[in-house]
């Protein structure tokens, strides 16, 4: 294990009807309010009206900023600095899901910088201590954006989708209410099912040593969603399902399970290229990525694959080597995730080999990426072919 500190600032607030502490919460940083959300579910199931009435109640001056793309842009962050400036804001409120929750986070990491945040996004400039404070109140169960200080952005003119990090702009509160995932259709809903797990995979793979319990933690967040996904995802609106499924998705990613061990994410970076070229769900670009970079990276070390399937899947290792419980560990993934719905090869979005260097270079954000087994370009682009 190595050595770590953890601090998580953010105020959960979870459960039924919650959406009425907005009017506690939110006075602490101000009343002039940038409302961000994105393509108009909000309006339709309800919730854009309650946001507002609940912000009426107290007086709030809000301006809105709504079609927050599901990968957000660098185009809307900039709209949404712009809007903070000329009406002098306190506080943004982002309303939806981890893709609304992270252009916020890049909104108020830009307001006090004088450059262009594309600069803080591409790690060239950190993130100022006086951001503009954010509150959440999430839809849907998937990136954990909620309760960490990670926003994904993406330069569509320059096909580059990056990420940064900063203490600076977790979210002082979010609210989690299971009724508000009800909305979520059936595919997205598989989406989040899948961007939970790979969140689990990416920082249970670690190049680390000696984190027992960091690993325990991500088997049960895994067990976990296993056993709750098929029910939910046949039956949408069961509260107790989607109660359970969002919990998963906060736990998956607000640093539990990444104390004192050093984190792959090479997945999530070929992810990225990927649909900053093809604009894919990112849930559904993660379904067909991560079996395969279990494949290659168990050709060389396929003891944690192996490890993965005797804990989370219920494998017989009897008389078995690591290499064949490693396979039918990631058969067993492919198979669970076929059997709730999610893709299995980038040629289900029409996708070719026409990109690959492209897609390979852009996920080539060092010489080498991830760290349970460094990639290299070759190996990347094996990847990706062999995802087709």
């Given at each position: 294990m190595e050595n770590f500190q953890f601090h998580n600032p953010t105020k959960l607030i979870f459960g039924k009807g919650q959406i009425s502490s907005l009017q506690k919460e939110i006075p602490a940083y101000g009343k002039r309010i940038l409302l961000l959300y994105g393509g108009g579910s909000i309006k339709k199931s309800g919730l854009y009206d309650k946001v507002i009435r609940e912000?009426?109640?107290m007086?709030?001056?809000?301006?809105?900023?709504?079609?927050?793309?599901?990968?957000?842009?660098?185009?809307?962050?900039?709209?949404?600095i712009s809007l903070i400036r000329e009406n002098q804001l306190d506080f943004i409120l982002a309303v939806g899901g981890g893709?609304?929750?992270?252009?916020?986070?890049?909104?108020?990491?830009?307001?006090?910088?004088?450059g262009d945040v594309w600069d803080i996004v591409h790690k060239k400039e950190k993130v100022?201590?006086?951001?503009?404070?954010?509150?959440?109140?999430?839809?849907?169960?998937?990136?954990?954006?909620?309760?960490?200080?990670?926003?994904v952005i993406t330069n569509w003119e320059e096909n580059a989708k990056e990420s940064f990090n900063s203490i600076h702009v977790y979210p002082r509160f979010s609210i989690l209410?299971?009724?508000?995932?009800?909305?979520?259709?059936?595919?997205q809903t598989v989406y989040g099912i899948v961007d939970i797990m790979s969140h689990v995979f990416e920082q249970y793979f670690h190049a680390s040593s000696n984190a027992p319990l960091q690993e325990r933690i991500g088997e049960a967040i895994l067990h976990t969603v296993i056993e709750m996904a098929p029910k939910l995802v046949n039956d949408l609106s069961n509260y107790e399902y989607r109660e359970v499924m969002l919990l998963n998705g906060t736990l998956a990613l607000n640093g539990l399970t990444?104390?004192?061990?050093?984190?792959?994410?090479?997945?999530?970076?070929?992810?990225?290229?990927?649909?900053?070229?093809?604009?894919?769900?990112?849930?559904?670009?993660?379904?067909?990525?991560?079996?395969?970079?279990?494949?290659?990276?168990a050709a060389t070390r396929p003891e944690k694959v192996a490890q993965l399937g005797v804990r989370v899947f219920d494998l017989d290792p009897a008389g078995k080597t690591d290499a064949q419980l490693a396979a039918e560990a990631i058969q067993s993934l492919r198979a669970f995730w076929t059997s709730i719905g999610a893709p299995?090869?980038?040629?289900?979005?029409?996708?070719?080999?026409?990109?690959?260097?492209?897609m390979t270079q852009r996920a080539m954000i060092n010489e080498k990426i991830?760290?349970?087994?460094?990639?290299?370009?070759?190996?990347?682009?094996?990847?990706?072919?062999?995802?087709?």
């Open positions: 912000l009426k109640e007086d709030a001056s809000v301006v809105e900023l709504g079609g927050v793309e599901p990968n957000p842009r660098l185009t809307t962050v900039r709209k949404g893709s609304v929750i992270d252009c916020a986070k890049a909104i108020a990491a830009g307001v006090p910088y004088n100022l201590p006086s951001s503009v404070p954010i509150g959440t109140v999430l839809t849907l169960a998937a990136t954990g954006s909620e309760m960490n200080g990670n926003s209410d299971p009724e508000l995932t009800f909305s979520v259709p059936r595919d990444a104390m004192g061990v050093n984190t792959d994410w090479a997945t999530h970076y070929i992810e990225h290229a990927v649909s900053a070229v093809h604009d894919i769900p990112h849930g559904g670009g993660l379904a067909i990525l991560f079996p395969r970079w279990m494949e290659h990276v299995t090869n980038l040629s289900d979005y029409g996708i070719d080999d026409k990109e690959i260097e492209l991830g760290k349970y087994v460094p990639l290299t370009n070759e190996d990347v682009r094996k990847i990706l072919k062999n995802s087709l």
